[in-house]
């Protein structure tokens, strides 16, 4: 678990790709010590297990589901990443509750001024629109943002110098093709709700036999 909050960026060393798996060597550009094997980093908001490491690298692997889902194809030796560590009990929470698990990619649509901000439009495929709410949480490249505006392919994320110098926005143009997980909290609700929708909106793959009839002959 991790709360969208990065610690810093990192330096893709090397890239080894096996058919459709990868395996990446990383170098955090900050300091990142007492290294675990088996511990989870997140990667561009992807949740990566430390196989290897050393001093001032660490090796992950990445599945082709992983692979597949995420911009970590498009990644090659030099890249710039975001890097989170795991949140450990009794951190503070000041991004929101980000599991590391991609649900699908955005891409930038567009950046405009705002003050000292800049304003970022991303267009995202529309099974996942239910999921994003206004004032709401998103996770982009890892990175805990609040929703400023969104519609059922669209959302638009206001970022302020700090996030700017601090991760890999800095070089996001239009074109872009970032990490995106929704809410974790929505995501539930959204699944529990399925059966009272008809399983329009949500994943659920059967109609709900629950209506007023069903309620009125069962004495409700």
């Known amino acids: ?3 969208g909050l990065v610690q810093g960026l990192g330096t893709i060393r090397a890239v080894e790709s096996r058919g459709a798996e990868t395996r990446l060597r990383i170098s955090p550009d900050f300091a990142l010590h007492d290294y675990q094997a088996g ?3 997140a990667v561009n908001g992807v949740c990566l297990t430390v196989e290897q490491y ?3 690298w660490f090796s992950a692997y990445a599945s082709a589901e992983t692979m597949g889902l995420t911009n970590l194809g498009r990644l090659t030796t030099g890249s710039s990443i975001n890097l989170e560590r795991a949140l450990a009990l009794g951190d503070r929470l000041g991004g929101h509750l980000v599991s590391g698990h991609v649900d699908c990619t955005a891409v930038v649509a567009s950046i405009s001024p705002a003050g000292e901000s800049k304003l ?3 267009s995202f495929p529309t099974e996942f629109g239910p ?3 206004a004032k709401g949480s998103v996770a982009l490249d890892g990175i805990s943002l609040t929703v400023n505006a969104c519609g059922p392919d669209f959302l638009e994320v206001n970022i302020i110098p700090a996030t700017q110098g601090e991760t890999t926005i800095a ?3 239009p074109g872009t093709m970032v990490n ?3 809410d974790l909290i929505g995501k539930y609700v959204q699944n529990m709700l399925g059966p009272w929708d008809g399983g329009r909106n949500f994943a ?8 007023l009839d069903f309620l009125h002959k069962h004495g409700f």
Do not use: H
Request: glycine residues 4%; hydrophobic residues 35%.
């Open 1 to 3: 678990m991790f709360t």
């Open 39 to 41: 511990e989870s980093i």
């Open 54 to 56: 050393g001093t001032d």
């Open 120 to 122: 970022f439009r991303l």
């Open 131 to 133: 999921q994003v709410i």
């Open 171 to 173: 070089k996001w143009k």
């Open 180 to 182: 995106m997980e929704t």
């Open 204 to 211: 659920q793959t059967k109609p709900s036999s629950m209506s």
